[in-house]
C-alpha cells in the first residue's frame, strides 16, 4: 500500500500542476467509446480504468462495461464530480444467496469507482456500479454521494472516508459490508439490503492511525443483512436516529441510540 | 478483520487498465414523435407502449400523450432510469370524486409505467403520470420514485416491491396512493384517494414511513399490514377509516406522528 502511494506522488505532483496551468476545464462526458480510446485527461490510457487525473465535471453518456477484474473509474484528483446521469458502471461479478450465504462470483478485484490517496472532495451522484470484485464505489475524504446504488459487488457497497456525506442511496446484495463510513461522516435516507456483513458499518478511524472523527447515521433502513444491520466500531460517538432494523443478524451494535429507531419492529 | 479490510480499501487503490468490449447505449430522449415512431431502443414497436430494453437512462423531452387502454412505458431490462425532466404522461383514464368516492372511466387494464416481470432496479423521478388504469408506476424491487406526481389512476399511483424508496411525491384522487411491499416512503402526500394513502403490505417484513402527509383517503390514511413498519413523523387527517392503521404488536408508532391534530 505505502509503496503504491510514493509511486503516484510523481505522478499526482505532475497532475496538479497541469490542473493549476489548465484551470477550469468544462465538463467532460465519458462513454464507452472514450473510455476504450483513453485520453479522457492527461494520463488516462486507453480502456479501463477511466482515469479522472483533472478537477472539474464529468458526466456518463452512456453505461461502461468493465471487464473482469479491473476498475471502471478511478479519481485521480481533488474536487471531481462525477455525475451517473443514470447510468450504470458494470463489470462480471454476480453475488446470489442471502444474508450470510451470500456469495460472488467472479474474479475478486477491481472497484468501479475508486481514488488514488488524498484525493479529496469527490461527488459522485445518480446511477448504479454493479458486479466489480471488490468493491463498488470508494472515495477518499469529504466526499459527497447521491443517489447511487451498489449492488452486487463482491466486497464493500459504498466506501467512504472521513467526512463524507451519503444520501439516498442504496447498497444491496454485497459480498462484505453495505456502507462504509471510515473515520466518521453521516449516511441519510438511504438502504442496505442482504449485503453478507454488516448494512451500515461506522468506524471512527483511530484504531489505524486516522483522525478519530465522529459519525451518524439517519432515516436509513437496512434489512437482512447478514451481521447487525447497523454497527459502530471505535471511540468517537456514532449516533443513530430515525433508523429501522429488520431482520438482519443483529439491529444496533455499538453506537448511540439517540432516538426513534426500531429493531425489529420493537423502538429503541 | 474490519480493521484488515477498511485498510485495504483506504491504501491506494492500484487498478489495471485493460480493453474492454463495446455495449454502448447513449442516453435516449423520448417525446411523443419518437414514441409514434419506435425503436427507442431495440424491439421497440412504433405507438404505445414505449419498450426499453437496454440498462441505461432516458429522459423526456415533452409530454407525452396515450391512447386509451395502453400502457406509456414498458421496462424490459433493470437499472433503468427514467428522468421525466418536468414532463407529464397522460393516459386516457379519467377521475372524478375524492376519496370514498373516486370513481373512474376504467377504459384498459394498463399502467403508464410498468417493469415487466422481474424487471428491478427501475428509478422514475421529477413529473407526472396520471389517467391509467392499472396504475400510474407499476415497479418491482429495488426502485426509486422520486419527485413524481401522479393522479387519476383507477389503481394505486405507485406501486413498487421490496426495498424500494418512494420520496417526495405526491398522489390524489387514484383508487389508492402508494403501495409498497417494504423500503422507504418519505415526504410524499397522498390525498383523496378511494382505499388508503400508504399501504405496506405482506410479504414486505421492515419499511419505514417517515413524514407524510395522509389527508381524505377512503380507508385508511397510512396502513402497515407487514411486520416491523415503522410509523414516524407523519400526519395523518381526516381519513376515513383511521388514519394509522398497524399491526400495534411489531410496528411500533414513533413520537411525532400526528392525527387530526393530536396524538395519534
Known amino acids: 500500500m505505502n509503496t503504491s502511494t510514493f509511486r503516484l506522488r510523481p505522478t499526482l505532483a505532475a497532475i496538479a500542476l497541469l490542473a493549476i496551468t489548465c484551470g477550469a476545464q468544462a465538463q467532460t462526458t465519458i462513454d464507452q467509446n472514450k473510455a476504450l480510446a483513453g485520453s479522457v485527461t492527461p494520463g488516462d490510457s486507453p480502456g479501463f480504468p477511466v482515469t479522472l487525473s483533472v478537477p472539474g465535471a464529468y458526466k456518463l453518456t452512456g453505461n461502461l462495461v468493465v471487464p473482469a477484474g479491473t476498475g471502471g473509474i478511478v479519481i485521480a484528483a481533488r474536487n471531481v464530480t462525477l455525475d451517473l446521469n443514470g447510468f450504470s458502471i ?143 466500531y471505535g471511540i468517537y460517538p456514532v449516533s443513530w436516529i430515525g433508523n429501522t432494523a429488520s431482520t438482519n443478524g443483529d439491529c444496533f451494535s455499538g453506537g448511540k441510540l439517540v432516538r426513534n429507531n426500531v429493531c425489529d419492529g420493537v423502538a429503541n | ?154 389503481g394505486y399511483a405507485i406501486v413498487v416491491r421490496a426495498d424500494s424508496s418512494v420520496g417526495n411525491s405526491w398522489v390524489e384522487r387514484n383508487g389508492g396512493g402508494v403501495y409498497s411491499e417494504g423500503g422507504l416512503v418519505f415526504d410524499t402526500i397522498a390525498s383523496g384517494n378511494r382505499v388508503s394513502g400508504i399501504v405496506v403490505s405482506v410479504p414486505a417484513d421492515g419499511a419505514l414511513l417517515r413524514n407524510n402527509v395522509a389527508t381524505h383517503n377512503g380507508i385508511y390514511g397510512l396502513f402497515g399490514s407487514a411486520n416491523h413498519t415503522t410509523f414516524m413523523d407523519n400526519q395523518a387527517n381526516k381519513n376515513t377509516n383511521g388514519n394509522i392503521k398497524r399491526n400495534p404488536n411489531i410496528s411500533p408508532l414513533l413520537p411525532g406522528n400526528v392525527c387530526n391534530g393530536g396524538a395519534c
Open chain 1, 90 to 232: 458494470v463489470g462480471p461479478v454476480v453475488c446470489t444467496g442471502a444474508g450470510k450465504a451470500l456469495t460472488c462470483a467472479g474474479v475478486k478485484q477491481g472497484g468501479g469507482i475508486g481514488f488514488y490517496t488524498g484525493m479529496s472532495g469527490a461527488t459522485i451522484r445518480n446511477g448504479t456500479v454493479r458486479g466489480f470484485g471488490f468493491y463498488g464505489v470508494a472515495a477518499d475524504q469529504g466526499a459527497t454521494i447521491n443517489n447511487v446504488t451498489a449492488t452486487s459487488n463482491g466486497g464493500y457497497g459504498i466506501a467512504v472516508n472521513g467526512g463524507s456525506t451519503v444520501s439516498n442511496s442504496m447498497a444491496n446484495d454485497n459480498g462484505d459490508v453495505g456502507f462504509l463510513l471510515f473515520s466518521g461522516g453521516v449516511i441519510t435516507n438511504s438502504r442496505a439490503h442482504n449485503n453478507k456483513s454488516y448494512g451500515i458499518f461506522v468506524d471512527d478511524g483511530e484504531s489505524q492511525g486516522h483522525a478519530g472523527m465522529a459519525g451518524e447515521v439517519r432515516d436509513t433502513y437496512a434489512s437482512r443483512n447478514g451481521d447487525a444491520g447497523f454497527k459502530a
Open chain 2, 1 to 154: 478483520m474490519n480493521s484488515s479490510l477498511t485498510r485495504i480499501v483506504f491504501g491506494a487503490i492500484a487498478l489495471i487498465a485493460v480493453s474492454a468490449g463495446s455495449n454502448v447505449l447513449a442516453q435516449a430522449t423520448i417525446d411523443q414523435n419518437r414514441a409514434v415512431n419506435g425503436s427507442v431502443t431495440p424491439g421497440d414497436a412504433p405507438g404505445f407502449p414505449i419498450t426499453l430494453s437496454q440498462r441505461g437512462s432516458y429522459k423526456l423531452t415533452g409530454n407525452l400523450v396515450v391512447p386509451a387502454a395502453t400502457g406509456a412505458i414498458l421496462v424490459t431490462a433493470s437499472d433503468v432510469s427514467i428522468d421525466l425532466n418536468g414532463f407529464t404522461i397522460t393516459g386516457a383514464n379519467t377521475c372524478s370524486g375524492y376519496g370514498a368516492t373516486v370513481a373512474c372511466t376504467n377504459t384498459g387494464s394498463a399502467a403508464g409505467i410498468e417493469a415487466a416481470a422481474g424487471v428491478t432496479d427501475v428509478q422514475v423521478r421529477n413529473g407526472t403520470v396520471e389517467g391509467f388504469e392499472k396504475a400510474g408506476l407499476w415497479l418491482n424491487q429495488r426502485s426509486t420514485v422520486d419527485r413524481v406526481k401522479s393522479r387519476f389512476n383507477d
